[in-house]
């Protein structure tokens, strides 16, 4: 199970650092759909370093538990929020964001149940 986990950590690592590159380099194809949510320019620095230390987290979690359940879980609830503005605001693509959440609940069951 521990191969598992270091799989889905890995990719979901390696998902983060991407979207936070994006999100600093001011992609155009990352910044339309965050910002017709009601997302400032301002917070996408901000975002993209929640996204690095996220992915920090999870690797270093492979190691140290309790630092990948809790990397795990606040990525999870990172991309339950994106899933939730894009609702709020009637926007119905959110296929990229829960995909995402549910990647980090694999990530969290995985690293809780290896152990």
Same mark, same amino acid.
């Given at each position: 199970m521990f191969l598992a986990c270091v799989i889905i950590?890995? /990719?979901l690592a390696v998902a983060l650092v991407g979207s936070a590159m994006a999100k600093l %380099? %001011?992609?155009?194809?990352?910044?339309a759909?965050?910002?017709?949510?009601?997302v400032p320019l301002?917070? /996408?620095p901000f975002l993209a370093a929640i996204e690095l230390l996220g992915a920090a987290g999870l690797i270093i979690g492979?190691?140290?538990p309790a630092i990948g359940i809790a990397a795990a879980t606040g990525v999870m609830l990172y991309f339950v929020g994106a899933v939730v503005a894009h609702l709020r605001a009637g926007d119905s693509t959110i296929a990229a964001p829960a995909f995402l959440a549910f990647m980090a609940l694999g990530a969290l069951i995985l690293r809780v149940y290896s152990m």
């Open positions: 950590s890995g /990719f %380099r %001011r992609m155009e194809q990352v910044v759909p965050i910002t017709s949510v009601g301002e917070w /996408f492979l190691a140290v």
